[in-house]
Each structure stands twice: as structure tokens, then as C-alpha cells.
């Protein structure tokens, strides 16, 4: 596991994140309830050849857990713009995950500029109905009790995100910076910004990032793992409407967790894209 050792200050608020490596960006942006080190792997083998930045949420992983901070999308959003006009990026090359497609395509859309390709894991940018119940149930003041208490969420994502089984030592460091209710409150605010509802204050601007999607030039690549009980298969071919020139790769004995279950294979595709 890399160790954390750099940080940005933003509004009093730490945000920790991994710079390894030189030559061009690539930038790699995390979900719920993970944190950097799902992309431990990736940054150890792209960083041979390229510099990969990899941060920590504000609220996740080692970066600063306020508990008063106003955690939403448009806040994440802001915090990826911040690092990246602090480490001065540009031909920028993404990869997103989870929440990182919403809070990835968020600023792809304001700064397409600075952005030289995007590899797209199981994620969204777009609003879709089809959760699954037992992400909805999370959501809610009885969601809040099961994943801020009892760190259900997050327990339960070390066993059901993989077609294979994670070693001990693998899922500890998945929780490792979960240890406590306060801990948790990153985990807790993203699922009450999922903007299921059309008032949701976050619905808005995830509608916003969706009708500029097609505007997008970066080439893609988007690689799914279609055990995926969460991101399934329709959000792979939503991807590929709004992107039908974009290489893609549906590996069939992976889930959500990608890069756990079919490492090899993704980073081989991987690093012939972004070549």
C-alpha cells in the first residue's frame, strides 16, 4: 500500500492524495465506500511510465473528515478542480470509478482542454433509476444507523463488489480508514446525494453534466465488469449510446471492484490506450 504523504489544503480542509511518477497525467478518481487504494495496483504499474495522481475524496480514505462540511457533488467536483490547478495537469489522461465518473465527467465538462483521454470502470454520469434496493435502503435515517454505526456499507462492499474472493489483508485495508462513526460520514453523504428524487438538489447538476456529454471529444475506454450488481450491464450500454466510437471491453467473470478481479487484463488495455 502507498503511504500518504501528500496533502492540499482547501478551505482548512485536508485533501490527501498520491503523486508518483513522471511524464503525462493520469489522473484516477476513486467511489463509495473506497478510497485511493482500489487503484493501488494501477499506480504502481502506470507510474513506471507516466505521473498518476491519485486523491483521497475529502471525507474518504486519508484525507480530512470534517463533519460539518457540505458534502454533494458540486463539492468534489470543486476539490478535483482545486488539485489540479495546484499540480498545475494538463493532457490529462482520467480514469473514473463510481462516484469518480460523476465528479470525473463534472470537470471534464468544464475544462475539456485539459483533458487528453478518459478510461471509464463501472460508473455513471447520468441520471438512471435503476438502483439496486439494497443501495437504497442505505439512504434514509434508518440507511444512516446501518452504515454509519455499524459499517455495514462498507463491510459489505469488501464481499459482494468481486467475483473472487479478497484476501484479509486486502479487505482490512479497504476499511482501514472506516474505523468509526465519524469516520464514515463520507461514505453516508454520498449515498444521501445519489439524486434519486427530482428535487434532489444534486439532480440538477447531474442532469447538466449528462446533456454536455455528448459535446465530450476525448477518445475513451470503457472497461465493465459485468457481475456488476450495482453499475450492470444497461449502464455499459448507456455508456456506449452516449459514446459509440469509444473502445470497449465487457469482461464477463468481473463485478464492480474491476481492477480486483481482472487486473491483468484491464491494465493490458489500459496502457495500450493511453500509449
Not at 68 to 88: G, K, P, S, T, W
Request: with cysteine; proline share 4%.
Amino acid at each position: 500500500m502507498v503511504e500518504p504523504v501528500n496533502y492540499l489544503n482547501i478551505d482548512g480542509m485536508r485533501m490527501h492524495y498520491i503523486d508518483q511518477g513522471v511524464g503525462d497525467a493520469v489522473l484516477l478518481l476513486h467511489g463509495n465506500p473506497s478510497w485511493s487504494f482500489f487503484y493501488r495496483n494501477l499506480i504502481n504499474s502506470l507510474s513506471k511510465t507516466n505521473r498518476v495522481i491519485a486523491p483521497d475524496h475529502i471525507g474518504m480514505g486519508f484525507s480530512d473528515k470534517p463533519q460539518d462540511a457540505d458534502y454533494h457533488l458540486a463539492f468534489h467536483i470543486e476539490n478535483i478542480e482545486r488539485l489540479v490547478e495546484h499540480l498545475r495537469l494538463k493532457d490529462i489522461i482520467l480514469v473514473v470509478h463510481d462516484w469518480g465518473g460523476p465528479i470525473g465527467f463534472g470537470y471534464v465538462v468544464k475544462h475539456s482542454e485539459k483533458i487528453k483521454k478518459i478510461v471509464v470502470l463501472n460508473s455513471s454520469a447520468f441520471f438512471d433509476a435503476k438502483i439496486p434496493r439494497r443501495i437504497s435502503v442505505c439512504r434514509g435515517v434508518l440507511g444512516r444507523f446501518l452504515v454509519r454505526r455499524l459499517n455495514l456499507f462498507a463491510q459489505a462492499a469488501t464481499r459482494m463488489t468481486t467475483t473472487t474472493k479478497l484476501t484479509k489483508e486486502v479487505r482490512q485495508a479497504y476499511l482501514l480508514p472506516y474505523g468509526s462513526y465519524d469516520e464514515r460520514i463520507g461514505i453516508d453523504s454520498f449515498l444521501q446525494d445519489i439524486p434519486l428524487e427530482q428535487g434532489h438538489r444534486t439532480r440538477a447538476l447531474l442532469d447538466s453534466i449528462e446533456s454536455r456529454l455528448p459535446d465530450i471529444k476525448a477518445d475513451l475506454l470503457i472497461l465493465w465488469g459485468k457481475q456488476d450488481f450495482c453499475f450492470t450491464e444497461h449502464f455499459f450500454d448507456r455508456w456506449k449510446e452516449y459514446f459509440p466510437h469509444a473502445k470497449t471491453r465487457l469482461f464477463e467473470n468481473a463485478g464492480h471492484y474491476i481492477l480486483e478481479d481482472v487486473f491483468e487484463d484491464a491494465l493490458r488495455e489500459i496502457e495500450e490506450f493511453i500509449r
